[in-house]
Nanobody, 126 residues
Framework: QAQLVESGGGLVQAGGSLRLSCTASALTFSSYTMGWFRQAPGKERETVAVIEWNGVTLDYADSVKGRFTISRDNIKNMAYLQMNSLKPEDTAVYYC???????????????????WGKGTLVTVSS
């Protein structure tokens, strides 16, 4: 059964950096558009960044543009989210998700996602 597992979360001071990883198994990773999402306490889940299955098209939430970078390694079956200049408002549980040959705009809207990970907590202290 396909599985996505996030790692790399933790506690960091404002201004610091973290790199999240998403390890995929039991799926043809290179056929999936990958996305990172986050949900803060009491808030709806929001899309953070999306990378197309072929790595060509990327999309970022306005709130993270210039600070976060999404990438993927289709050999290692992994997706990454490099987070720099972290702010307390970035505190949330971060999830990765996969959609089979997903259109970036569809994944941004969280429509048609096939698999979700269980999330990793990122806490940014002020």
């Amino acid at each position: 059964q396909a599985q996505l597992v996030e790692s790399g979360g933790g506690l960091v001071q404002a201004g610091g950096s973290l790199r999240l990883s998403c390890t995929a198994s039991a799926l043809t990773f290179s056929s999936y558009t990958m996305g990172w999402f986050r949900q803060a306490p009491g808030k709806e889940r929001e899309t953070v960044a999306v990378i197309e299955w072929n790595g060509v098209t990327l999309d970022y939430a306005d709130s993270v543009k210039g600070r976060f970078t999404i990438s993927r390694d289709n050999i290692k079956n992994m997706a990454y989210l490099q987070m720099n200049s972290l702010k307390p408002e970035d505190t949330a549980v971060y999830y990765c998700a996969a959609e089979y040959f997903g259109d970036v705009s569809s994944v941004v809207k969280q429509h048609g996602v096939n698999y979700w990970g269980k999330g990793t907590l990122v806490t940014v202290s002020s």
